[in-house]
Nanobody, 127 residues
Framework: DVQLVESGGGSVHAGGSLRLSCEGSGRTYVKWCMGWFREVPGKEREAIATIDSSGITAYADSLEGRFTISKDNDKNILYLQMDHLEVEDTALYRC??????????????????????WGEGTQVTVS
């Protein structure tokens, strides 16, 4: 099966930066489309960014410019660089993976449970 494990969350002051990681294992990682979304209790899940096996990326309009997604295929690790963090960025950040999908298409579905595999998440708190 597939396992996704996130790390790198924590507490940070507004204006600061964090880099999240998601390590994938199981099936052939390099051919997958992967991405990040976030959860806040009482709110809808919010897609953040996706990246496909060719390195093509897609971002939520509201977050592009502050967040950068990247992937190290050799190490099987997905990253999310988050800069200029705001209090409103406080959330549980989760990574997802799917296949046979482009980055823009996956951005539209990553926040739905049927879209593929999810990790358990890493908490980010901005104060």
């Amino acid at each position: 099966d597939v396992q996704l494990v996130e790390s790198g969350g924590g507490s940070v002051h507004a204006g600061g930066s964090l880099r999240l990681s998601c390590e994938g294992s199981g099936r052939t990682y390099v051919k997958w489309c992967m991405g990040w979304f976030r959860e806040v209790p009482g709110k809808e899940r919010e897609a953040i960014a996706t990246i496909d096996s060719s390195g093509i990326t897609a971002y939520a309009d509201s977050l592009e410019g502050r967040f950068t997604i990247s992937k190290d295929n050799d190490k099987n690790i997905l990253y999310l660089q988050m800069d200029h963090l705001e209090v409103e960025d406080t959330a549980l950040y989760r990574c997802g993976a799917s296949w046979d999908v482009t980055a823009p298409a996956y951005l539209g579905r990553i926040a739905y449970p049927w879209s593929g595999y999810w990790g358990e998440g890493t908490q980010v708190t901005v104060s």
